[in-house]
């Protein structure tokens, strides 16, 4: 048994989270925050059988879509300059995490 820890954008998370219950894939969310930038994510808790990782993780990566947005940075050193414009970076997508499992009990 394996745990698989998915953290992705909370654009992408209600998406993902119809998907698992259509494949009836079982799946606590909890909303996060992440660090670099400070906004909303949605981190998915998954407990599955060995057997079926590889379909969880190509469903998170399906679903999960990486795009770039600007964001406006107090001061962004550019060089020798300082500069407060718009940068341009990339979201989204998954980071997953895949544990073993040593027990697993549900009471």
């Known amino acids: 048994m394996k ?4 953290i992705v954008q909370k654009e992408d998370a ?4 119809r998907t698992f219950v259509k494949e009836s894939i079982r799946a606590t969310k909890l909303a996060t925050t992440g660090g670099f930038l400070s906004e909303g994510n949605t981190t998915f808790l998954i407990g599955i059988d060995d057997k ?8 998170i990566k399906e679903e999960s ?5 600007y964001m406006n940075p107090n001061l962004v050193m550019t060089g020798f300059e300082m500069s407060s414009q718009p940068v341009k970076i990339t979201v989204g997508g998954a980071t997953c995490f895949v544990l073993p499992v040593e027990e697993f009990k549900q009471f």
């Open 52 to 59: 079926h990782v590889k379909q969880v993780l190509r469903i």
């Open 14 to 17: 209600n998406r993902l989270q």
């Open 3 to 6: 745990l698989i820890v998915a």
């Open 65 to 69: 879509k990486s795009r770039e947005e």
